[in-house]
């Protein structure tokens, strides 16, 4: 029981200093809580950071290291060679241009329509809006694998009556991307704005303001870490998204980055594994600086509404 | 001149009737104040007049223009939420210049204009904190200021006491009363609290179902209420109900309470009563503060009687005592120095001057 006399030292003394120290079963009972969950977070961490942590190790070795039959945990020989490599190639360059202006375009649209879709369908109040949210929800349960088949199809018969080129363009990905992160953006943002106080935006129409005005000078502003999460949402999604520019982007200038480090990295069964490693590092990086950044926002964003008072 | 008249006013949720039909004449610089119990009506009905709610049928005019179709920045109305419904996001200053800034007036008569209903409110320290910096009773205040600000036709108070703790409230009551003194804006105002209905009010509208009971000045209500539920809302502890019989013996009325209390009808009231003699479903109603410990100089009207107290709640200043008439709990109060003890008998005087009949099948005091 060596435990619980460190706990009752640092535990609150409520009995004040002349009587002995009584731990209840309660604070026992919270005791075994705690350290399961240091136990289970630990084995969570463990599972979760060991992969980058082994992307980061490899993307230090040079070929023949990551070929030679040493301890893949250390590096005996550190270089950049790989960073150096990837750095210079306009290739690789050209993929994180993509992935960046279709990530910042998409993101952007996003944000601009479910921000007005959600203002209107949760507090507009007009027939068939709740079947609406809904319908928009359902949308996103469709999974991407059902719909990229149909999708080439469209485009192809887009091109055919009209010319319009959209497969093999980074661009094509500038319609698809939306159709995923626009339905669950929508949501979250009327769950979020489900949570602010009917009496706030009847108290600006009282004070004058239109509908346009309720949403810029009252809405956005109280609702921030909830556009904040659900543009963290739409980036990720957008910045990691693989099979629909598998599918409609094949041209090596076109590619986003998910894409491009496998098809330019991958020849044939040749796995230039340093470089790969080292590719997704950087391809995580910027997602990985978001939410550093922004995580306290991005939680109150996705627990708002379920403390609603 | 900001007079506000509701003329046969209806409103239907879907099928559910939640006004059915009110008539009211609110004169220019009045405060009237909406009352009944919860699902009334009287919230829906400020809601009508503020245009936050759709009207079914009749008509609403402010200032003499009807505003059916008026959308809410365009009455000229002001409202206080119960909970507050300051803008988080903006100091008290932005939160009470917002409709100004709006509007588009002049940024020196804006700084005016809250300067001076900061000043009425005695918030000008607070102008450049955030809502969540301020403790409630400061918020309510916030919220008020942002309505006078407007210097609008109409206030509209939606509950604005109820998120108060029971001190406040009655602080904060006096200190709507004053403000009023100072702006003499019409005001309307909706609360479930009798005791803020009658203490604010230069008249007292009672809401029940839908439809309004009574309208009348706090003392109106209380003397001469018109119907047996304004009699039972006004006054708290409620008026006391029990049934009985009129009953008419050599030219005298008398009540006759189950369980054997007989009690002589005061003379001026005989006449009103007569035709009810003998009728059924009466039922005899009298307040509290006119059940009380009986004292030397008994005046006409007043009547002694026994009973066995079953609890007394002492306050302070009365006492208020329980005990049954046949099944019928009564509450009467008495003098703390009375003697009333739980489980004890007493002499109790009842004021019979103070008497009402209600007849039970209209529900209306005769």
Same mark, same amino acid.
């Given at each position: 029981?060596?435990?619980?006399?460190?706990?009752?030292?640092?535990?609150?003394?409520?009995?004040?200093?002349?009587?002995?120290?009584? $731990?209840?079963?309660?604070?026992?009972?919270?005791?075994?809580?705690?350290?399961?969950?240091?136990?289970?977070?630990?084995?969570?961490?463990?599972?979760?950071? *060991?992969?980058?942590?082994?992307?980061?190790?490899?993307?230090?070795?040079?070929?023949?290291?990551?070929? %030679?039959?040493?301890?893949?945990?250390?590096?005996?020989?550190? *270089?950049?060679?790989?960073?150096?490599?990837?750095?210079?190639?306009?290739?690789?360059?050209?993929?994180?241009?993509?992935?960046?202006?279709?990530?910042?375009?998409?993101?952007?649209? *996003?944000?601009?329509?479910?921000?007005?879709?959600?203002?209107?369908?949760?507090?507009?109040?007009? @027939?068939?809006?709740?079947?609406?949210?809904?319908?928009?929800?359902?949308?996103?349960?469709?999974?991407?694998?059902?719909?990229?088949?149909?999708?080439?199809?469209?485009?192809?018969?887009?091109?055919?009556?009209?010319?319009?080129?959209?497969?093999?363009?980074?661009?094509?990905?500038?319609?698809?991307?939306?159709?995923?992160?626009?339905?669950?953006?929508? @949501?979250?943002?009327? %769950?979020?704005?489900?949570?602010?106080?009917?009496?706030?935006?009847?108290?600006?129409?009282?004070?004058?303001?239109?509908?346009?005005?309720?949403? *810029?000078?009252?809405?956005?502003?109280?609702?921030?870490?909830?556009?904040?999460?659900?543009?963290?949402?739409?980036?990720?999604?957008?910045?990691?998204?693989?099979?629909?520019?598998?599918?409609?982007?094949?041209?090596?200038? $076109?590619?986003?980055?998910?894409?491009?480090?496998?098809?330019?990295?991958?020849?044939?069964?040749?796995?230039?594994?340093?470089?790969?490693?080292?590719?997704?590092?950087?391809?995580?990086?910027?997602?990985?600086?978001?939410?550093?950044?922004?995580?306290?926002?991005?939680?109150?964003?996705?627990?708002?509404?379920?403390?609603?008072? | 001149?900001?007079?506000?008249?509701?003329?046969?006013?209806?409103?239907?949720?879907?099928?559910?009737?939640?006004?059915?039909?009110?008539?009211?004449?609110?004169?220019?610089?009045?405060?009237?104040?909406?009352?009944?119990?919860?699902?009334?009506?009287?919230?829906?009905?400020?809601?009508?007049?503020?245009?936050?709610?759709?009207?079914?049928?009749?008509?609403?005019?402010?200032?003499?223009?009807?505003?059916?179709?008026?959308?809410?920045?365009?009455?000229?109305?002001?409202?206080? /939420?119960?909970?507050?419904?300051?803008?988080?996001?903006?100091?008290?200053?932005?939160?009470?210049?917002?409709?100004?800034?709006?509007?588009?007036?002049?940024?020196?008569?804006?700084?005016?204009?809250?300067?001076?209903?900061?000043?009425?409110?005695?918030?000008?320290?607070?102008?450049?904190?955030?809502?969540? +910096?301020?403790?409630?009773?400061?918020?309510?205040?916030?919220?008020?200021?942002?309505?006078?600000?407007?210097?609008?036709?109409?206030?509209?108070?939606?509950?604005?006491?109820?998120?108060?703790?029971?001190?406040?409230?009655? &602080?904060?009551?006096?200190?709507?009363?004053?403000?009023? &003194?100072?702006?003499?804006?019409?005001?309307?105002?909706?609360?479930?609290?009798?005791?803020?209905?009658?203490?604010?009010?230069?008249?007292?509208?009672?809401?029940?179902?839908?439809?309004?009971?009574?309208?009348?000045?706090?003392?109106?209500?209380?003397?001469?209420?018109?119907?047996?539920?304004?009699?039972?809302?006004?006054?708290?502890?409620?008026?006391?109900?029990?049934?009985?019989?009129?009953?008419?013996?050599?030219?005298?009325?008398?009540?006759?309470?189950?369980?054997?209390?007989?009690?002589?009808?005061?003379?001026?009231?005989?006449?009103?009563?007569?035709?009810?003699?003998?009728?059924?479903?009466?039922?005899?109603?009298?307040?509290?503060?006119?059940?009380?410990?009986?004292?030397?100089?008994?005046?006409?009207?007043?009547?002694?009687?026994?009973?066995?107290?079953?609890?007394?709640?002492?306050?302070?200043?009365?006492?208020?005592?329980? /005990?049954?008439?046949?099944?019928?709990?009564?509450?009467?109060?008495?003098?703390?120095?009375?003697?009333?003890?739980?489980? +004890?008998?007493?002499?109790?005087?009842?004021?019979?001057?103070?008497?009402?009949?209600?007849?039970?099948?209209?529900?209306?005091?005769?």
């Amino acid at each position: 029981m060596t435990a619980t006399a460190t706990f009752d030292k640092d535990g609150p003394d409520r009995g004040g200093p002349t009587r002995p120290v009584r $731990q209840g079963s309660m604070s026992r009972d919270r005791r075994r809580a705690l350290y399961w969950s240091y136990f289970f977070l630990i084995l969570f961490v463990i599972f979760f950071l *060991t992969p980058p942590v082994y992307m980061f190790i490899t993307s230090l070795k040079s070929s023949s290291e990551i070929a %030679g039959a040493t301890n893949p945990w250390w590096v005996f020989d550190p *270089t950049l060679k790989n960073y150096e490599a990837l750095l210079t190639s306009t290739e690789f360059l050209t993929f994180i241009l993509n992935s960046a202006m279709v990530s910042v375009i998409v993101v952007s649209v *996003t944000m601009v329509v479910s921000v007005l879709a959600a203002f209107a369908l949760s507090r507009m109040r007009f @027939w068939g809006s709740a079947t609406l949210a809904t319908g928009i929800f359902l949308c996103y349960l469709i999974p991407e694998t059902l719909l990229f088949i149909p999708l080439f199809k469209m485009f192809a018969v887009v091109n055919e009556f009209t010319g319009i080129q959209l497969l093999n363009k980074w661009y094509v990905l500038l319609l698809v991307y939306p159709t995923l992160t626009v339905p669950f953006c929508t @949501w979250i943002m009327i %769950g979020y704005f489900a949570s602010i106080p009917k009496e706030l935006d009847e108290a600006a129409l009282i004070d004058g303001a239109t509908y346009m005005q309720t949403l *810029t000078k009252i809405f956005i502003p109280v609702a921030l870490p909830g556009i904040i999460a659900a543009t963290i949402f739409a980036f990720t999604v957008s910045w990691a998204q693989f099979l629909y520019p598998l599918a409609f982007t094949t041209s090596s200038d $076109q590619l986003v980055l998910p894409v491009g480090i496998v098809t330019s990295l991958i020849k044939g069964d040749v796995y230039n594994w340093g470089q790969i490693m080292t590719g997704a590092l950087i391809a995580a990086a910027p997602p990985l600086v978001i939410y550093a950044f922004l995580m306290d926002y991005y939680i109150a964003g996705l627990t708002a509404g379920a403390t609603k008072g | 001149m900001a007079q506000v008249t509701l003329h046969n006013i209806v409103k239907n949720y879907d099928e559910t009737p939640a006004v059915r039909g009110i008539d009211l004449d609110i004169a220019d610089k009045e405060f009237v104040v909406l009352v009944g119990p919860s699902g009334c009506g009287k919230s829906t009905t400020l809601r009508m007049i503020a245009g936050l709610e759709d009207i079914t049928g009749g008509e609403i005019a402010i200032g003499g223009h009807v505003v059916n179709d008026v959308p809410p920045k365009d009455r000229d109305i002001a409202m206080v /939420f119960q909970n507050y419904a300051l803008y988080p996001h903006m100091t008290v200053f932005e939160n009470m210049s917002f409709g100004l800034r709006l509007k588009r007036v002049p940024r020196d008569e804006i700084r005016q204009r809250v300067e001076n209903a900061a000043r009425i409110l005695d918030i000008t320290e607070l102008l450049d904190r955030k809502p969540k +910096q301020l403790s409630g009773g400061q918020r309510q205040r916030v919220a008020m200021g942002r309505a006078i600000v407007r210097d609008p036709k109409v206030f509209l108070f939606d509950e604005p006491l109820s998120n108060l703790d029971a001190k406040l409230r009655v &602080q904060m009551r006096t200190e709507i009363k004053k403000v009023h &003194q100072k702006v003499r804006t019409t005001t309307v105002y909706v609360t479930h609290d009798q005791v803020e209905a009658m203490t604010l009010a230069d008249r007292v509208v009672v809401m029940n179902a839908g439809l309004i009971e009574q309208v009348g000045t706090p003392n109106e209500l209380y003397h001469h209420p018109r119907t047996k539920f304004v009699a039972g809302f006004i006054g708290s502890p409620a008026m006391n109900f029990v049934p009985c019989r009129l009953e008419e013996a050599s030219g005298a009325l008398r009540i006759v309470l189950p369980g054997g209390h007989v009690f002589p009808v005061p003379a001026d009231r005989t006449q009103r009563y007569r035709s009810h003699a003998g009728g059924s479903d009466l039922q005899f109603g009298l307040r509290p503060e006119h059940i009380t410990e009986t004292h030397r100089n008994v005046e006409p009207g007043q009547e002694t009687f026994d009973v066995t107290l079953e609890v007394t709640e002492p306050m302070g200043m009365e006492t208020l005592i329980y /005990f049954q008439v046949e099944g019928v709990e009564v509450c009467g109060r008495v003098n703390p120095a009375a003697g009333a003890q739980d489980g +004890q008998p007493m002499r109790l005087l009842a004021d019979l001057n103070h008497m009402h009949l209600v007849d039970g099948k209209s529900g209306l005091v005769l």
